[in-house]
């Protein structure tokens, strides 16, 4: 099984309606990240959490909102989705206290807005 | 603030050849470490090769290789011995060990080895 797992893999959803996206890892890392992909623009952070009573805004985190359930749960919410919110999202974990603090990513989720 | 730049878009190179993906990083932090990841079509995320702003030596995981220059603020990847499945998107991030922690990425590579 994945370290880090996200559901739903993919999902259609029409304009307005609400979607969240979960994230769960096994790694025990503390901190965790919200990324979307869109080509051309590489990955842009939305949201980042290092436990759970800290959560943080990334560089675009309008439209977004997060919950950290736990130290192993981030869901990533889209209130009301819209068209130019269709991306690939990325939840990753790090430690920076194990070997060099990379991000471990989870297998991403492709969300499509009609 | 922290900003990473990859200024190729597209790239070839024949299989069996080296091949140099650039990366230019900006941060007023003394302490940061750069990384690159690839990205096969499949679309996972993978973790290639790590530089530390305070390592002296230039990093090496197998065929990878990190050309840091840090006065530069450089950070090219280079890919010895070109094979058909390097193709992929190739990112470069960077995080700063002081304040948030962020690992903010660049707008990627695209590498395409021919046969």
């Known amino acids: 099984d994945a370290d880090v797992t996200q559901t739903p893999r993919n999902r259609i959803t029409k304009t307005g309606k609400r979607i969240m996206l979960e994230c769960s890892q096994t790694k025990g890392h503390d901190r965790m990240y919200w990324y979307r992909q869109d080509p051309g623009l590489g990955l842009r952070l939305i949201y980042y959490?290092?436990?759970?009573?800290?959560?943080n805004k990334g560089e675009i985190s309008d439209g977004y909102s997060v919950s950290r359930q736990a130290q192993a749960k981030f869901s990533l919410s889209l209130e009301s989705a819209i068209p130019n919110q269709t991306a690939l999202y990325f939840c990753a974990t790090s430690d920076y206290t194990q070997g060099v603090g990379e991000l471990f990513f989870g297998e991403g989720s492709r969300l499509t807005v009609l | 603030a922290q900003k990473i730049t990859q200024t190729q878009p597209g790239m070839f190179v024949q299989e069996k050849e080296a091949v140099t993906l650039d990366c230019t990083y900006d941060?007023?932090?003394?302490?940061?470490?750069l990384f690159w990841y690839k990205q096969p079509s499949s679309g996972e995320m993978i973790f290639l090769i790590y530089q530390g702003s305070y390592d002296e030596q230039n990093a090496t995981e197998g065929r990878y290789s990190l050309n840091f220059q840090k006065a530069r603020k450089s950070a090219n990847l280079v890919i010895s011995a070109s094979q058909l499945g390097d193709s992929a998107m190739y990112f470069c991030?960077?995080?700063?060990?002081?304040?948030?922690?962020?690992?903010?990425f660049g707008t990627g590579t695209r590498l395409k080895v021919l046969a």
């Open positions: 991030a960077m995080r700063e060990f002081s304040g948030t922690y962020k690992y903010i």
């Open positions: 959490s290092f436990d759970v009573k800290d959560i």
């Open positions: 941060t007023s932090d003394q302490s940061y470490g």
